[in-house]
């Protein structure tokens, strides 16, 4: 399919070089040279407006890149003791353990078996710390 749309492509750009070779050949030497500068002319003016408008833009804001700080969450560095909760309850653990049974929803989605093992993982590593 791939290929069909390249000769496409390069059939249609040797017929549009045809035609202009077939339209440039009825000028004069002068006229070439005319229609170069007169080219040459508008495309740099397009260009320099559009330059000219966007640096001269002060509608939209300054690009600058905004640096937040990150909240790092209470539990990071602490221990789960008798006092704390767990960061993995034993009813969300079921739940994910429910989703892993769901094969439509596992030959659908493959990478979310990696998810669910470090998931697993992390239960068990926080089961270890108790």
């Given at each position: 399919m791939k290929?069909?749309?390249?000769?496409?492509?390069?059939?249609?750009?040797?017929?549009?070089?045809i035609r202009?070779?077939?339209?440039?050949?009825?000028?004069?030497?002068?006229?070439?040279?005319?229609?170069?500068?007169?080219?040459?002319?508008?495309?740099?003016?397009?260009?320099?407006?559009?330059?000219?408008?966007?640096?001269?833009?002060?509608?939209?804001?300054?690009?600058?890149?905004?640096?937040?700080?990150?909240?790092?969450?209470?539990?990071?560095?602490?221990?789960?003791?008798?006092?704390?909760?767990?960061?993995?309850?034993?009813?969300?653990?079921?739940?994910?353990?429910?989703?892993k049974q769901?094969?439509?929803?596992?030959?659908?989605?493959?990478?979310?078996?990696?998810?669910?093992?470090?998931?697993?993982?992390?239960?068990?590593?926080?089961?270890?710390?108790?």
């Open positions: 290929s069909f749309f390249i000769i496409r492509l390069k059939k249609w750009a040797t017929q549009l070089a202009l070779t077939r339209s440039t050949d009825r000028l004069s030497p002068a006229g070439k040279i005319a229609g170069l500068i007169l080219f040459t002319l508008l495309s740099s003016s397009l260009s320099g407006y559009i330059v000219w408008s966007t640096l001269g833009a002060t509608a939209l804001p300054p690009t600058q890149f905004v640096v937040k700080p990150s909240k790092i969450p209470r539990h990071i560095g602490k221990s789960i003791g008798p006092d704390n909760h767990a960061l993995i309850s034993k009813a969300l653990y079921d739940r994910i353990e429910a989703v769901n094969d439509s929803l596992m030959r659908a989605h493959p990478q979310l078996l990696d998810s669910i093992h470090a998931f697993e993982q992390s239960y068990q590593s926080q089961s270890k710390n108790k």
